[in-house]
């Protein structure tokens, strides 16, 4: 019995959370690296941005669409695909569901810093990111490889929820945020929000291709396959795997949610 209910278990569903549809961004690493699992993402966009929120609310709204993924959906690993609700709720998550793996998204300060010595590192992430403890603590581990400037960048998020990624608007919107940057100063730019990769052509087009970008969603796709080895919950089918979008924001977000998906 014992070894059908660990099949059964390895069959479930992974799950993913975002404020919205920048979740997506991790879900298509998700699916390049462990193309046979299930997954369920679910954006809250009804609520989103999430960046300019108190933190209080933040870690609310978080543990209550984790919970339901939990109970609903029996997922078997949690992804929480967004910076902001792993700085406030990550830690409470894993407190609450300690049989569950639990993995977060940070802004990839790491390969940035140690791409240059003494570079000068852009760090676009939402405010409550650049605010909260978890940042400080991860910014002070490479303060002395890189200089990191934290950048927040709360309109991309509006931009893009929109479906602008890619658009005038945002080239305004940006032209507008580097302005006070030296062109020729800054060497890497961190994605420290999961809408961002998204604009990523636009950030490219702003800072020509000497400046490098960094973003979190294969490292923590890589991370979701190690938890999921090691819990030996790897899904042993070898087809490939069904995905499930859902999104509080109504049918057009999940449309939306596809065409970056690129479905
Ligand atoms: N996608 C979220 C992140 O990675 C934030 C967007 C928001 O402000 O809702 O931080």
Redesign the pocket.
């Known amino acids: 019995m014992e070894s059908e209910k660990e099949t059964d278990e390895k069959q479930n569903p992974v799950g993913i959370f ?3 549809v ?2 997506i961004s991790v879900v298509r690493e998700i699916i390049r690296i462990l193309p046979s699992e299930d997954l369920y993402v679910f954006g ?1 966009s009804a ?7 108190p933190l209080k609310e933040v870690r609310e709204l978080t543990l209550m669409h984790v919970e339901r993924m939990i109970r609903e959906r029996a997922v078997k690993a949690v992804v929480v ?7 406030a709720a990550i830690a409470a998550l894993r407190k609450r569901y300690a049989s569950i793996p639990m993995i977060g ?1 940070e802004p990839a300060l790491k390969p940035a810093a140690l791409f240059k010595q003494g570079g000068k590192v852009l760090v676009l ?2 405010e ?2 650049i605010r909260e403890e978890k940042y400080h603590e991860l910014a002070k581990r490479f303060s002395d490889r890189a200089e990191l400037i934290p950048l927040p960048a ?1 309109e991309i ?1 509006t931009l893009v ?1 929109d479906g602008k990624q890619d658009s005038a608007e945002m080239d305004a919107y940006l032209a507008d945020l580097f302005a006070p940057y030296e062109k020729a100063g800054i060497d890497a730019v961190v994605l ?5 990769p998204f604009a990523a052509d636009a950030i490219r087009r702003y800072w020509g291709k000497d400046v490098r970008i960094f973003d979190g969603a294969e490292g923590t796709a890589r991370e979701l396959k190690r938890r999921l080895t090691k819990n030996d919950l790897r899904n042993p089918s070898e087809g490939r795997g069904k995905i499930i979008l859902e999104n509080s924001g109504g049918e057009e977000k999940i449309r939306l949610s596809e065409r970056l998906l690129g479905l």
Do not use: K, L, Q, W
Request: glycine fraction near 16%; include cysteine; charge should be negative.
């Open positions: 975002d404020s919205g920048g979740g809250d609520n989103a941005p999430y960046g300019v929120r695909a967004c910076n902001t609700a792993t700085s998204i992430a939402t409550m990111t709360p998020v929820e420290g929000c999961t809408h961002f």
